[in-house]
């Protein structure tokens, strides 16, 4: 879901020379703020709560230590420093967020484990693929469809073994050098659309669950954003990004000779390697279509005024405000615990989820999103995110929305090819949230396009984990991924701006000229 999955380019990092510079960098820009300033002398914590903030974005940003172990400073720091009580800075760790992202990692496991993702990014690039072009479309938008629900890395090198399969098979047929182009297209094409395919669903990055759990840490009195209504602006501005992804990549930077075309029996033989479709993979696929739909279809989806779906909570009107799309989830993945896998190879306890899972989970992330979420509560607590909101007013208020939002993009599309996303998004929308309150706009103009911004770094092979899994491929050259990603983020930066300005501000409702009453009441309780 995130470059955090890959711990092993994690620790590499950490034994480099940016990581320790930051580390000392974190440590006396620390210490200076902490005993050298007083930004509001009305209110020391807001002082002490700023050194905290830059010592955990610096340590975050240059990895200077893991980054769940950065995400832990707060439990220790805020204490200490009078910002919060321990039992409040512990009790943020944990939301329904992370029960969210939990459950659908389970489900995601259980996929992998029967093998049904493969089933389906085959059956896709089967109906789909033909000449070079279509071939390079079917596999990037069978990444792109299973990266909304499950890893970007374990999609990435799923679809990357697969893809050089594709690779050799046409090599060997029409030789290597006329298939320079496919190749690099058809890789670069995974590895973009892994992270695209992100954007679409709430689970399908954590950056857009830290935007979930930020904003409802910062807005308590705001309605919480559904996974239905995520989808509405999310899986068209995935669709319109893989368009031009594909564009960019077959018809500009690396056409191929249409007369590359593989013989269908390579993937019919790729299937039916894979044998019959079991009970477990056919149990496993319900769940995760019932899932979806629930997710989906749970609350109410309005796009304006005069469209509107009734979601299937209004039918048990006594439990809905008891249900979120955590519990949807967590009913399912439970539900895989209960279910015999009638496979030979199940071992003792024949169940199509076992204990193993819980071994297999990303604890790392998980403790990652949770020192995002105290890292906001803070903010909050301390009143920094007013401060800062107060201090920028004149300057951000005099910006049109239009330009205020292509401003966000391209700072977060650049910033995250050489930072964490999900650290960045994290320590920059609590801020956001301030700006947006101070300027009198809604602050959710200012925090999804930096939560999808963030998601579209493209030029540099240690942006993300498929970026770097591709790389190592040795199938590309760093000039060919910078010159394909810096279009692709000009691009990303144009089209989520206006995508976001048009359909987003109609799917969350959101008028830039007016203020919230939720986000009005934020601030007078701070």
């Known amino acids: 879901m995130d470059k955090q999955n890959d711990t092993s380019e994690e620790n590499v990092k950490q034994c480099g020379p940016i990581s320790r510079v930051g580390f000392w960098l974190g440590i006396a820009a620390f210490s200076a703020i902490l005993f050298f300033t007083d930004f509001d002398p009305r209110n020391p914590a807001v002082s002490r709560m700023a050194a905290v903030g830059v010592l955990m974005a610096i340590w975050w940003m240059t990895e200077a230590i893991p980054l769940a172990a950065t995400a832990l400073v707060p439990l220790a720091a805020f204490p200490l420093l009078g910002i919060m009580k321990s039992k409040d800075a512990a009790s943020s760790y944990i939301s329904s967020t992370i029960f969210l992202f939990i459950g659908g990692f389970m489900i995601a496991l259980a996929m992998e484990k029967w093998n049904l993702h493969k089933r389906i990014a085959l059956s896709i690039i089967r109906a789909i693929g033909g000449g070079p072009n279509r071939l390079v479309l079917s596999f990037m938008l069978a990444t792109a469809f299973l990266s909304m629900w499950i890893s970007n890395t374990a999609t990435s090198i ?210 990652l999103l949770g020192g995002g979420f105290a890292l906001a509560a803070g903010f909050q607590a301390a009143g920094l995110s007013t401060f800062i909101g107060q201090k920028v007013e004149a300057y951000a208020g005099s910006i049109p929305p239009l330009g205020l939002i292509a401003t966000i993009c391209a700072t977060l599309t650049f910033l995250t090819e050489l930072t964490s996303n999900v650290a ?103």
């Open 424 to 526: 960045t998004t994290q320590t920059l929308l609590p801020i956001l949230a301030a700006i947006g309150v101070a300027i009198k706009t809604n602050p959710l103009l200012l925090m999804i396009p930096a939560t999808l911004s963030a998601s579209c770094a493209f030029m540099m092979p240690v942006a993300t984990p498929p970026n770097a899994i591709v790389f190592g491929s040795g199938r590309i050259r760093i000039i060919d991924m910078v010159k394909a990603g810096i279009i692709l983020n000009l691009i990303g930066v144009v089209v989520i701006t206006i995508l976001f300005y048009t359909l987003g501000t109609s799917v969350f409702q959101i008028d830039p000229q007016v203020t919230p009453e939720w986000a009005s009441k934020a601030q007078s309780d701070t």
């Open 158 to 367: 799923m679809m990357l073994a697969i893809g050089l399969a594709i690779i050799s098979q046409t090599e060997a047929t029409f030789g290597k050098e006329r298939c320079r182009n496919l190749a690099v297209a058809l890789l670069l094409g995974i590895a973009y659309s892994a992270s695209i395919g992100g954007m679409a669903t709430l689970v399908g990055t954590p950056t857009n669950l830290a935007f979930v759990s930020v904003f409802a840490s910062e807005f308590p009195n705001a309605e919480a954003i559904s996974f239905g209504q995520w989808m509405l602006l999310g899986l068209p501005l995935c669709l319109v990004m893989l368009f031009f992804s594909w564009i960019t990549l077959t018809r500009f930077l690396f056409p191929s000779p249409p007369e590359l075309s593989l013989s269908p029996d390579v993937i019919r033989d790729e299937v039916r390697s894979l044998g019959r479709i079991s009970f477990a993979e056919s149990a496993v696929l319900i769940a995760f279509t019932l899932t979806a739909l629930l997710w989906v279809f749970r609350k109410d989806i309005s796009i304006g005024e005069s469209f509107q779906i009734k979601g299937w909570s209004n039918l048990v009107p006594s439990v809905a405000p008891f249900i979120d799309d955590s519990t949807v989830v967590l009913v399912m993945a439970l539900g895989l615990f209960l279910i015999p896998s009638r496979s030979k190879q199940a071992g003792a306890c024949p169940r199509i989820l076992d204990a193993s899972v819980f071994t297999k989970l990303p604890w790392g992330i998980i403790l």
